[in-house]
């Protein structure tokens, strides 16, 4: 009678990690970088200096990448839909008259 040894896989509800990115942040940046290099293309086809291509396209990727950790550190892995949930709640409400709560089950 031979003898079964399982893994168990503890990380099955973790989000996905990458060098501290988490979740749909390593999407957000592999979508910016490839945009850098679209930008970098083009300003190269369009004649302008390399250098000049270069530095732009550098001081963009470490804003990127600088903002992108930022987000991924502050909001975790569900960050976006905080952050638009956030935008959403009313800073303030207000009731005129206080009819609403005198009969709230009586219609008029």
């Known amino acids: 009678m031979s003898t079964s040894v399982y893994k168990i896989n503890k ?4 989000p996905i990690e990458f060098r501290g990115l988490k979740a749909q942040y ?6 910016g ?3 850098l290099l679209l930008v970098f293309a083009i300003l190269y086809i369009c004649g302008i200096n390399p250098f ?3 530095g732009l396209i550098l001081t963009l990727g470490t804003a990127l990448f600088l903002y992108i950790y930022y987000l991924s550190r502050n909001y975790g892995p569900h960050g976006m839909m905080k ?7 009313p800073g303030l409400l207000r009731a005129h008259s206080r009819r ?5 089950f009586k219609k008029d």
């Open 52 to 54: 000049i291509c270069l």
């Open 33 to 35: 970088l490839l945009l």
């Open 83 to 89: 952050r638009i949930a956030c935008k959403g709640i």
């Open 11 to 14: 990380a099955i509800n973790k």
């Open 100 to 104: 609403m709560f005198e009969h709230p």
């Open 26 to 31: 390593i999407v957000y940046l592999a979508g």
